[in-house]
Nanobody, 124 residues
Framework: QVLLVESGGGAVQAGASLRLSCAAS????????MGWFRQAPGKEREFVGA????????NYQDSVRGRFTVSKDNDKNVAYLQMSSLRPEDSAVYSC?????????????????WGQGTQVTVSS
């Protein structure tokens, strides 16, 4: 069982930066590929970005590519989502997710474990 706890959300103005953290416990973190997702009110949850188990590979949704960066620290058991140049349309509840994998690759779906989420609100 993997427990994921997000932190770092908040309310900011457009153009600001935020870094979300996802602390994991209950598993060997280096065996986990990680993903970040978001869900705005009235919308479906959408993929934001993902990182491979060893952190060598990343992938992003087109709307955040170049502004958001996913990383993971396998020594500290933490994954991060660094968000820059935030826009009002980035406002949502952001959740991290994890899945076991034997390959060093990223995934857009198929996650088995989810955090509770953290709210990000961007005002114009």
């Amino acid at each position: 069982q993997v427990l994921l706890v997000e932190s770092g959300g908040g309310a900011v103005q457009a153009g600001a930066s935020l870094r979300l953290s996802c602390a994991a416990s209950g598993s060997t973190f280096s065996n986990l590929a990680m993903g970040w997702f978001r869900q705005a009110p009235g919308k479906e949850r959408e993929f934001v970005g993902a990182i491979s188990r060893r952190g060598h590979y990343t992938n992003y949704q087109d709307s955040v590519r170049g502004r958001f960066t996913v990383s993971k620290d396998n020594d500290k058991n933490v994954a991060y989502l660094q968000m820059s140049s935030l826009r009002p349309e980035d406002s949502a509840v952001y959740s991290c997710a994890a899945r076991y994998t034997t390959t060093d690759w990223y995934y857009k779906d198929g996650y088995d474990y989810w955090g509770q989420g953290t709210q990000v609100t961007v005002s114009s």
